[in-house]
């Protein structure tokens, strides 16, 4: 398939070790914020979100930290496996917006 | 699979030509959106439903795209006089509400020669 992105950071782990993918997001008025992953020629996949009056979310293998004073979002996945390898990027709008407005994306490669 | 769906998956055309994509919701979600998405970027709104009403659109949309949802269900984005610049994976989205989660399509990447 082609390449969502290629030029991209990278984050390349070993299977089974953890992973943490950071992103800096810039209005201070974003309240809602999702980090959604994207395989290579496939649309973007919610993977988990956080509203502003939380600063940490569990999911299955995943968490989400919020750091507001510094604008920071980080998504760690434990125990990373080879079907986690994608592009990662976060996203974030308001309560009352309608769009999202996207990240520059990390590309998370799991080695074997 | 999300549940969204757009054809075609992939268009080559001829620049000048005009193209049209579809977009097929979740079926309970009212609000559909569209995105431009380039190599190495992440997706860019374009412009946003709800119901049958186009309410908001971005600066990206120049008069040359048009985008429709007659029956508040499937939308259709056209482009009219493609560029070489207009090349990208056009994706669709939808959300049952605003301000929450969007769940996006395979999208339709547009190649234009």
Same mark, same amino acid.
């Given at each position: 398939?082609?390449?969502? $992105?290629?030029?991209?950071?990278?984050?390349?782990?070993?299977?089974?070790?953890?992973? #943490? #993918?950071?992103? !800096?997001?810039?209005?201070? !008025?974003?309240?809602?914020? #999702?980090?959604?992953?994207?395989?290579?020629?496939? $649309?973007? =996949?919610?993977?988990?979100?956080i509203?502003s009056n939380m600063d940490k979310r =569990? $999911?299955?293998?995943?968490?989400v930290l919020l750091n507001k004073t510094?604008?920071?979002?980080?998504?760690?996945?434990?125990?990373?496996?080879? $079907?986690?390898?994608?592009?990662?990027?976060? !996203?974030?709008?308001?309560? !009352?917006?309608?769009?999202?407005?996207?990240?520059?994306?990390?590309?998370?490669?799991?080695?074997? | 699979?999300? %549940?969204?769906?757009?054809?075609?998956?992939?268009? +080559?055309?001829?620049?000048?030509? &005009?193209?049209?994509?579809?977009?097929?919701? +979740?079926? *309970?979600? &009212?609000?559909?959106?569209?995105?431009?998405?380039?190599?190495? @970027?992440?997706?860019?709104?374009?412009?946003?439903?709800? &119901? *049958?009403? @186009?309410? *908001?659109?971005?600066?990206?949309?120049?008069?040359?795209?048009?985008? *429709?949802?007659?029956? %508040?269900?499937?939308?259709?984005?056209? +482009?009219?006089?493609?560029? @070489?610049?207009?090349?990208?994976?056009?994706?669709?989205?939808?959300?049952?509400? @605003?301000?929450?989660?969007?769940?996006?399509?395979? %999208?339709?990447?547009?190649?234009?020669?």
């Open positions: 398939g082609e390449s969502v $992105g290629l030029h991209l950071p990278t984050l390349s782990v070993q299977e089974g070790d953890n992973s #943490i #993918i950071n992103c !800096a997001y810039s209005n201070s !008025a974003s309240d809602y914020f #999702i980090w959604y992953k994207q395989e290579s020629g496939k $649309g973007p =996949q919610f993977i988990i979100d509203r =569990q $999911g299955q293998r995943v968490t510094v604008k920071h979002l980080s998504l760690q996945i434990a125990a990373t496996q080879p $079907g986690d390898s994608a592009v990662y990027f976060c !996203a974030e709008t308001s309560r !009352a917006g309608n769009m999202l407005t996207f990240g520059g994306g990390t590309r998370l490669m799991v080695k074997p | 699979d999300t %549940g969204v769906s757009q054809d075609p998956r992939h268009k +080559i055309t001829k620049r000048g030509q &005009n193209v049209t994509f579809r977009c097929d919701p +979740i079926s *309970e979600h &009212n609000r559909l959106y569209w995105y431009r998405q380039t190599l190495g @970027q992440g997706p860019e709104f374009l412009t946003y439903f709800q &119901n *049958e009403a @186009q309410l *908001e659109k971005s600066r990206l949309l120049s008069d040359r795209f048009s985008a *429709e949802r007659p029956k %508040g269900s499937f939308s259709t984005l056209e +482009i009219q006089r493609t560029e @070489q610049g207009d090349s990208a994976m056009y994706l669709c989205a939808s959300s049952l509400r @605003q301000g929450g989660e969007q769940y996006f399509g395979p %999208g339709t990447r547009l190649t234009v020669t």
